[in-house]
């Protein structure tokens, strides 16, 4: 089995968007203190760099860059209503997206089977021209893009397991058939967008697959779920690159999200897409650390993830369980894009 990458850097936590922000650089404290301390010694630790402006402009207008570089060495700017930076934030932003590419870069020379970039800011809500949900960079958005045109990569798929809808994912893939964007979300919080029908358009029209979640949305529910669905994207459209959106925030404890997930949920997620990954003869796989604000639940969360990538042996069978709730979704997604002949035909 090929070893796990794990970006980490200390200059990420520059980015300070004030005491009570609940994107706090304890985040990633927290979380470097479980590598280090459980993780060390299973997990081989790549060192980032910062984007170019030519990797940055893949995803980002000139002048939206040259927004984000006047903030620096201002104690203070408020770039959107929930997104504030600070002096250094610019540094940071830049690093989150260079870490995904130095681990993009790692995955296909063939030295990992899986890199977890544990960076920040969080990057699924950042928009081609402005700031918002966190977000200051689309860190995967650039990934995916500087895939297509490095790589000459044909079928990228993000998962987007975050309890908050990706819009800013969805908006820059919408009409592309290279990248197929599946997204879990409760669609009742930030950012009121991820709806059943926003299926694509033109070239990419049937490649944007959104689940609304109910917000009591049960461990075994999301196992159900995604075995059916990823499970079948997977198998039948073949991705040579699965990037995820790794948000924790569907967690029972998180502040923000409050559904109902344990921990172990992603546990058996991360289980299932590297199973999936196999079957679509061995994708490598690109996780991004996006939402998730309880700094037990993070915690918690991510261990159970990095168990999993870093597990040699016989692994557990994944639970073969059927909810009502499951089962609803799972018709209803398959019905709705039936139409399309990509996946669910």
Known sequence: MLPIGLIKDTRYMEHRP???HPESPNRLRSLYRLVDKEFKDVVTFVE???????QLELVHTPQYIKQIMSTAGKEFTNLAPDTPVSANTYLAAWLAVGGCLKALEALMEGRFRACFCLVRPPGHHALTDRAGGFCIFNNLGVTAKYAIETYGLKRILIVDWDIHHGNALQDLFYGENRVLYFSSHYRGWYPHTGDWDEFGESEGLGYNVNLPVPKEMTDNDIIHVYRELVGRIVRRWKPELILIAAGFD????????????SENAYGWLMQMILQFSDAAKSAPILLSLEGGYDLWALVSSVREVLR??????RRNRIPTVKTKAGSELVAKALHLHGKFGIWAS
């Open 48 to 54: 980032p760099q910062s984007a170019t402006l030519e």
């Open 18 to 20: 004030g005491l009570v």
């Open 308 to 313: 999993v990538l870093t597990f040699e042996g």
């Open 250 to 261: 569907a967690h029972e404890k998180d502040p923000l999200g409050r559904t109902r997930l």
